[in-house]
């Protein structure tokens, strides 16, 4: 039995489930759960710390890891990345007191507090930097006003907790995060590894593109078709009418209003959109 390890909480968990519910996955009903065993499909499932998953899959415990790509590089587990979630995105970034004029020449010798010790020690390193790491758990923006700190380096999604803290990011970000889908380093692809990841990846690119359904005439398939041209080839059925055809292919999700205004110029009608739940390509 194939055994997963899923966020246990907060906005990483919620995108998770929804992922794998879509993907045809039983999910827990009560946040209380800590494991779930979907028979049906032969796996497992286990609800732990976003920040402890990498540990147990680098360590074999467990065969694939759902979490944050900076939590992962953080944890210095034996895993490696196999595929990007395209969700619970965010920036690792440098913070400190707003007009400080800091920059990354100016964190020599400097305290910078952080909960991803692991990834800021790495940053420095790389650049020769030498500074005092502090680590600590969670309310990392206050450390600068009760002086642990002179520099933070936290998690940034809208900037909006450090504006309140007095602070500013500077610089680059030191990591650019998403949830990932991680196995140990090393190994082989556990059994049924293949089939879960179809799945994932078939949830994901439903989720990229919509199926578009329109009538053109004959005289314009070429055009249109060049316009829509699928993921192989879009599907082109005669209709009763003479001279008109249907043709349907999936266009990327977010162009899609675009692609309708093109095919309404060149005089496709009947322009429908629909979603698309899963699929295999």
Not at 27 to 47: H, I, T
Not at 61 to 82: F, N, P, W, Y
Request: hydrophobic share 45%; glycine share 10%; net charge negative.
């Amino acid at each position: 039995m194939l055994k997963i390890a899923v966020p246990n909480k907060g906005a990483l968990a919620a995108a998770a489930s929804d992922l794998l519910r879509e993907a045809g996955y039983r999910q827990r009903r009560d946040a209380r759960d800590l494991v779930v065993v979907d028979a049906a499909n032969d796996v497992e499932f286990f609800y732990l710390r976003p920040r402890d998953i990498a540990v147990y899959v680098g360590g074999g415990t467990l065969d694939i890891g759902l979490t944050g790509r900076d939590l992962v590089l953080d944890s210095r587990a034996a895993v490696e990345e196999r595929q990007s979630l395209g969700f619970g995105a965010s920036r690792l970034h440098f913070a400190a007191p707003i007009g400080s004029g800091r920059t990354l020449e100016s964190l020599q010798g400097a305290r910078i507090a952080t909960s991803y010790a692991g990834v800021l020690e790495d940053y420095l390193k790389e650049r020769a930097v030498s500074a005092h790491v502090i680590r600590l758990d969670g309310a990392v923006e206050t450390a600068v006003r009760l002086d642990v700190a002179d520099v933070i380096a936290d998690v940034v999604e809208t900037g909006s907790t450090m504006l309140q803290a007095g602070l500013e990011t500077f610089g680059e970000p030191i990591l650019l995060s998403e949830a990932v889908l991680v196995t140990r380093a090393g190994a082989g692809d556990p059994g049924g590894y293949e089939i879960f990841s179809r799945r994932v990846r078939g949830v994901l690119v439903a989720r990229s593109y919509v199926m578009m359904d329109y009538d053109i005439e004959s005289t314009s398939v070429e055009s249109a078709c060049a316009i829509t041209p699928g993921i192989e080839s879009p599907t082109v059925s005669p209709l009763q009418r003479a001279g008109w055809f249907a043709v349907r292919a999936m266009v990327p999700r977010d162009d899609a209003h675009r692609v309708m205004d093109q095919l309404y110029d060149l005089g496709a009608r009947g322009i429908l959109v629909t979603d698309i739940h899963a699929c295999r390509l």
